[in-house]
């Protein structure tokens, strides 16, 4: 059973990207394949940090991908367009949930998902806690 429609946060940005259906997403169903929106659930994810931090930072720090959950509604077709929304949680430690809305064109809902990310350090791979000021960037 789905969980109740994720809700955005008050108090954090919220990073929209608009999502490409291409051919090879479509699968037997005539709908975008399940394996696709765990795909752009890592995409966003990863859009909305390069986005929002420099490169040193990038280079200094790196996302590692622990856990995916996704919840499918509504199916996408062929012919859709579609949306991602996204925002984080609170940070716990080295590790902090992502939330993420897929809308169709008319804003319908068809799925969400959490991922739970751990901050690496780049040159390790090492799980470092996440500095205070990193929220700053994620917040409205």
Sequence with gaps: MARAPLVPRTDREIFTVPLDILPGHIDENGHVNNVVYVGWLQEVGTAHWNARFSAADRARWSWVALRHEV????????DSTAVARTWVGDPQGARFNRYVRIEDGEGRLCAQGISEWCLVEAATLRPTRIPATMLGAFQR
């Design 71 to 78: 919840d499918y509604l509504r199916g996408l077709q062929p």
